[in-house]
């Protein structure tokens, strides 16, 4: 049974950084992606980042790229996902998710549709 636990969440300052974490146990999609998703209230959910779980691969939203860094360390099963200069608009429910389709077999997608596994999220608030 797979299970993603994240951890990191809480409440910055704009301008501020948070490191969100990933754990994953019972995961060994090496041939998927692992990804962060964020919902607002009232909003959709959206790809925020991915990552191959072979290559190492990453992909960004436009909205965070040069911001957001997507690592994984696979050796403890662990998904990364630092955020710097975190803005009000980056406020939502942080989830992450695993088993994500390769497209092309070398981008992660960015549609959840396409991810088998989610995390029960972390909450990130971000005040100016």
């Known amino acids: 049974q797979v299970q993603l636990v994240e951890s990191g969440g809480g409440s910055v300052q704009a301008g501020g950084s948070l490191r969100l974490s990933c754990a994953a146990s019972?995961?060994?999609?090496?041939?998927?992606?692992m990804g962060w998703f964020r919902q607002a209230p009232g909003k959709e959910r959206e790809g925020v980042a991915g990552?191959?779980?072979?290559?190492?691969?990453?992909r960004y939203a436009d909205s965070v790229k040069g911001r957001f860094t997507i690592s994984q360390d696979n050796a403890k099963n662990t998904v990364y996902l630092q955020m710097n200069s975190l803005k009000p608009e980056d406020t939502a429910m942080y989830y992450c998710?695993?088993?994500?389709?390769?497209?092309?077999?070398?981008?992660?997608?960015?549609?959840?549709?396409?991810?088998?596994?989610w995390g029960q999220g972390t909450q990130v608030t971000v005040s100016s």
């Open positions: 998710a695993a088993g994500g389709r390769l497209v092309n077999g070398f981008w992660c997608s960015s549609r959840d549709s396409e991810y088998n596994y």
């Open positions: 019972g995961y060994t999609g090496s041939s998927n992606c």
């Open positions: 990552i191959s779980s072979g290559g190492g691969i990453t």
